[in-house]
């Protein structure tokens, strides 16, 4: 998948400002064009991890023409931030971890005082 970001452009003074219009309160700046790209990889995916650990959809991506041409943003150049869609991917695959029968017992001692299953509960303690 690939977003469309809009970059207010940066000086010596002033950072440069990146936009995800397609999701919602999704925003963050660098020092360099570079820095700003790079921060916007991360709000996205950091934007796309909490929708899901809320249940809530993910807008599917527009084109960057359809932003470009909005007034809100004359002036600012564009860019794509790339999505793996496996990050998006919410079907349960079973994993082998090798753990210490010590520790395997504490986490299963915790599981059950939580009143969840191994894995539940991990996976709780992961989305935290």
């Known amino acids: 998948m690939r977003y469309p970001i809009a970059i207010e452009p940066g000086d010596e003074t002033h950072a440069f400002a990146v936009v995800v219009p397609d999701l919602p309160g999704c925003f963050t700046a660098g020092d360099t ?23 809530q959809d993910v807008p599917a991506p527009t084109s960057v023409q359809q932003w470009a041409a909005a007034p809100d943003y004359a002036g600012w150049v564009f860019g794509i931030v790339t999505v793996d869609p496996a990050s998006l991917d ?4 079973r994993v082998n971890i090798t753990l210490p029968r010590r520790v395997l017992h504490r986490l299963d001692a915790r599981a ?6 191994r894995s539940g509960y991990i996976a709780r303690l992961t989305l935290a």
């Open 112 to 117: 059950r005082a939580a009143g969840e299953t």
């Open 33 to 55: 064009l570079d820095e700003a790209i790079a921060n916007a990889e991360a709000a996205v995916d950091a934007w796309i991890e909490t929708a899901l650990d809320r249940g």
């Open 90 to 93: 919410d079907r349960i695959e």
